[in-house]
Protein backbone atom coordinates (compact mmCIF):
# COMPACT_ATOMS: atom_id res chain seq x y z
CA UNK A 1 0.00 0.00 0.00
CA UNK A 2 2.91 2.13 1.09
CA UNK A 3 4.69 1.69 -2.61
CA UNK A 4 1.07 2.24 -4.56
CA UNK A 5 1.00 5.71 -2.41
CA UNK A 6 4.32 6.43 -3.46
CA UNK A 7 3.58 6.01 -7.32
CA UNK A 8 0.07 8.26 -7.11
CA UNK A 9 2.51 10.71 -5.47
CA UNK A 10 4.70 10.81 -7.75
CA UNK A 11 2.53 10.62 -10.82
CA UNK A 12 0.72 13.57 -9.74
CA UNK A 13 4.14 15.36 -8.81
CA UNK A 14 5.15 15.00 -12.55
CA UNK A 15 1.77 15.70 -14.33
CA UNK A 16 2.15 19.22 -13.61
CA UNK A 17 5.57 19.48 -15.18
CA UNK A 18 4.42 17.64 -18.21
CA UNK A 19 1.83 20.10 -18.88
CA UNK A 20 3.53 23.31 -18.28
CA UNK A 21 6.33 21.97 -21.10
CA UNK A 22 3.49 21.11 -23.27
CA UNK A 23 2.24 24.27 -22.91
CA UNK A 24 5.95 25.88 -23.43
CA UNK A 25 6.59 23.85 -26.29
CA UNK A 26 3.30 25.02 -27.94
CA UNK A 27 3.74 28.99 -27.45
CA UNK A 28 7.19 28.15 -28.92
CA UNK A 29 6.21 26.50 -32.05
CA UNK A 30 3.16 29.36 -32.57
CA UNK A 31 6.02 31.66 -31.94
CA UNK A 32 7.68 30.18 -34.53
CA UNK A 33 5.14 29.87 -37.21
CA UNK A 34 4.46 33.46 -36.93
CA UNK A 35 7.74 34.76 -37.43
CA UNK A 36 8.36 32.80 -40.85
CA UNK A 37 5.13 33.99 -41.92
CA UNK A 38 6.10 37.58 -41.27
CA UNK A 39 9.31 36.72 -43.11
CA UNK A 40 8.04 35.32 -45.79
CA UNK A 41 5.60 37.66 -46.63
CA UNK A 42 8.73 40.61 -46.54
CA UNK A 43 7.23 41.87 -43.55
CA UNK A 44 10.73 42.56 -42.20
CA UNK A 45 12.37 43.63 -45.33
CA UNK A 46 12.83 47.09 -46.44
CA UNK A 47 12.29 49.45 -50.17
CA UNK A 48 16.01 49.88 -51.53
CA UNK A 49 15.42 53.26 -51.53
CA UNK A 50 17.94 53.12 -54.86
CA UNK A 51 15.59 50.73 -56.78
CA UNK A 52 14.06 51.78 -60.12
CA UNK A 53 10.94 51.35 -59.02
CA UNK A 54 11.65 53.85 -55.86
CA UNK A 55 13.49 56.32 -58.44
CA UNK A 56 10.65 56.13 -60.77
CA UNK A 57 8.05 56.82 -57.77
CA UNK A 58 10.13 59.38 -56.48
CA UNK A 59 10.46 61.20 -59.78
CA UNK A 60 7.00 61.28 -59.93
CA UNK A 61 5.93 62.56 -57.21
CA UNK A 62 8.38 65.67 -57.71
CA UNK A 63 6.85 66.20 -60.65
CA UNK A 64 3.36 66.00 -59.29
CA UNK A 65 4.81 68.33 -57.12
CA UNK A 66 5.97 70.39 -59.42
CA UNK A 67 2.87 70.70 -61.23
CA UNK A 68 1.01 71.79 -57.98
CA UNK A 69 3.20 74.31 -57.54
CA UNK A 70 2.37 75.88 -61.52
CA UNK A 71 -1.31 75.79 -60.67
CA UNK A 72 -1.27 79.78 -60.17
CA UNK A 73 0.71 80.48 -62.81
CA UNK A 74 -0.33 82.26 -66.09
CA UNK A 75 -0.14 80.60 -69.58
CA UNK A 76 2.87 82.25 -69.91
CA UNK A 77 4.88 80.66 -66.66
CA UNK A 78 4.56 83.49 -64.61
CA UNK A 79 2.28 83.94 -61.58
CA UNK A 80 -1.64 85.46 -61.85
CA UNK A 81 -1.46 88.90 -60.74
CA UNK A 82 -4.17 90.30 -58.74
CA UNK A 83 -6.37 93.89 -58.67
CA UNK A 84 -3.62 95.18 -56.69
CA UNK A 85 -0.42 93.76 -58.83
CA UNK A 86 0.68 91.17 -56.74
CA UNK A 87 0.55 87.51 -57.35
CA UNK A 88 -2.18 85.89 -56.21
CA UNK A 89 -1.91 83.28 -52.77
CA UNK A 90 -1.98 80.20 -54.35
CA UNK A 91 0.78 80.85 -56.60
CA UNK A 92 4.03 78.70 -55.14
CA UNK A 93 7.00 79.12 -57.06
CA UNK A 94 8.43 75.78 -57.86
CA UNK A 95 12.38 75.39 -58.45
CA UNK A 96 14.37 76.69 -61.27
CA UNK A 97 16.63 74.26 -63.03
CA UNK A 98 18.56 76.02 -66.14
CA UNK A 99 16.83 78.29 -68.36
CA UNK A 100 15.87 77.01 -71.40
CA UNK A 101 17.70 77.62 -74.83
CA UNK A 102 15.12 79.78 -77.00
CA UNK A 103 15.45 80.71 -80.69
CA UNK A 104 14.83 83.60 -82.30
CA UNK A 105 11.07 83.92 -83.49
CA UNK A 106 8.83 86.75 -84.30
CA UNK A 107 5.32 85.98 -82.32
CA UNK A 108 6.21 82.39 -80.80
CA UNK A 109 8.49 81.48 -77.84
CA UNK A 110 10.34 78.62 -79.00
CA UNK A 111 12.62 76.03 -77.30
CA UNK A 112 15.60 74.98 -79.35
CA UNK A 113 16.19 71.08 -79.15
CA UNK A 114 19.46 69.23 -78.12
CA UNK A 115 19.73 65.78 -79.04
CA UNK A 116 22.31 62.95 -78.19
CA UNK A 117 22.27 59.51 -79.16
CA UNK A 118 23.03 56.87 -76.21
CA UNK A 119 26.17 54.85 -78.12
CA UNK A 120 25.50 51.22 -77.36
CA UNK A 121 21.90 49.73 -78.16
CA UNK A 122 20.12 48.24 -75.07
CA UNK A 123 19.74 44.57 -74.75
CA UNK A 124 17.06 42.68 -72.21
CA UNK A 125 14.89 39.71 -71.97
CA UNK A 126 11.20 40.49 -71.29
CA UNK A 127 10.05 39.46 -68.40
CA UNK A 128 8.59 35.99 -68.39
CA UNK A 129 9.39 35.21 -71.76
CA UNK A 130 12.17 34.22 -73.65
CA UNK A 131 11.93 37.23 -76.48
CA UNK A 132 14.56 39.95 -76.35
CA UNK A 133 13.86 43.79 -77.26
CA UNK A 134 16.54 45.45 -78.54
CA UNK A 135 16.35 49.16 -78.76
CA UNK A 136 18.84 52.45 -79.29
CA UNK A 137 17.93 55.30 -77.49
CA UNK A 138 18.16 59.06 -78.12
CA UNK A 139 17.89 61.74 -76.09
CA UNK A 140 16.29 65.51 -76.28
CA UNK A 141 16.63 68.06 -74.38
CA UNK A 142 15.82 72.00 -74.45
CA UNK A 143 18.19 72.91 -72.12
CA UNK A 144 21.58 74.06 -72.57
CA UNK A 145 25.01 71.73 -73.13
CA UNK A 146 25.26 71.13 -69.56
CA UNK A 147 22.06 68.29 -69.66
CA UNK A 148 24.06 66.65 -72.31
CA UNK A 149 27.20 66.94 -70.57
CA UNK A 150 25.49 64.90 -67.58
CA UNK A 151 24.85 62.54 -69.81
CA UNK A 152 27.99 61.49 -71.36
CA UNK A 153 29.08 61.32 -68.11
CA UNK A 154 26.27 59.29 -66.11
CA UNK A 155 26.40 56.78 -68.92
CA UNK A 156 26.76 53.69 -67.09
CA UNK A 157 24.13 54.54 -64.36
CA UNK A 158 21.78 55.47 -67.10
CA UNK A 159 21.59 52.41 -68.81
CA UNK A 160 21.29 50.59 -65.90
CA UNK A 161 18.21 52.42 -64.76
CA UNK A 162 17.15 52.12 -68.52
CA UNK A 163 17.91 48.40 -68.74
CA UNK A 164 15.90 47.43 -65.15
CA UNK A 165 12.64 49.11 -66.67
CA UNK A 166 13.18 47.08 -69.46
CA UNK A 167 13.78 43.75 -67.75
CA UNK A 168 10.18 44.05 -66.05
CA UNK A 169 8.22 44.68 -69.47
CA UNK A 170 5.94 41.47 -70.56
CA UNK A 171 5.18 40.24 -73.46
CA UNK A 172 1.45 41.45 -72.95
CA UNK A 173 2.17 44.51 -72.74
CA UNK A 174 4.16 44.63 -76.22
CA UNK A 175 0.68 44.64 -77.77
CA UNK A 176 -0.86 47.61 -76.57
CA UNK A 177 -0.86 50.18 -79.52
CA UNK A 178 0.88 52.78 -76.80
CA UNK A 179 3.70 50.45 -75.39
CA UNK A 180 6.34 52.62 -77.21
CA UNK A 181 4.66 56.19 -75.97
CA UNK A 182 4.43 54.61 -72.11
CA UNK A 183 8.15 52.78 -72.10
CA UNK A 184 9.89 55.88 -73.30
CA UNK A 185 7.89 57.83 -70.34
CA UNK A 186 9.03 55.29 -68.10
CA UNK A 187 13.18 55.80 -69.37
CA UNK A 188 12.29 59.29 -69.21
CA UNK A 189 11.49 59.46 -65.38
CA UNK A 190 14.15 56.56 -64.65
CA UNK A 191 17.16 58.68 -66.09
CA UNK A 192 15.71 61.89 -64.75
CA UNK A 193 16.08 60.33 -61.42
CA UNK A 194 19.29 59.25 -62.18
CA UNK A 195 20.67 62.66 -63.01
CA UNK A 196 18.52 64.35 -60.10
CA UNK A 197 20.45 61.90 -57.31
CA UNK A 198 23.98 62.70 -59.03
CA UNK A 199 23.88 66.45 -60.21
CA UNK A 200 20.70 67.64 -58.67
CA UNK A 201 19.06 67.80 -62.17
CA UNK A 202 17.54 66.13 -64.79
CA UNK A 203 16.67 68.06 -68.03
CA UNK A 204 15.58 64.76 -70.29
CA UNK A 205 11.97 66.30 -71.75
CA UNK A 206 11.76 63.24 -74.53
CA UNK A 207 13.29 59.61 -74.94
CA UNK A 208 13.34 58.77 -78.78
CA UNK A 209 13.68 55.39 -80.04
CA UNK A 210 15.81 55.07 -83.58
CA UNK A 211 16.22 51.35 -83.61
CA UNK A 212 13.41 49.33 -82.16
CA UNK A 213 13.31 45.34 -82.46
CA UNK A 214 11.42 42.05 -80.62
CA UNK A 215 12.47 38.92 -81.36
Do not use: C, W
Not at 179 to 199: G, P, Q, S, T, W
Amino acid sequence: MADEQEQVEGGKKKSPLKLILLIVGLIVLLAVTVVATLAATGFFSQPDPNSVEELLKKAEAEKAEADKAKEGEGGDGQPKLGPDGKPLPNYKEAPQGPEKVTKNAADVKKFESRYKEMGRPLLANLSGSRKVMQVTVAIMTHYDDNVLKNIEKHDFALRMAALDVMRQVSEAEVDKPTFRIELAEKLRLAMNAVLERYEDFGGIEQVLFTEFVIQ
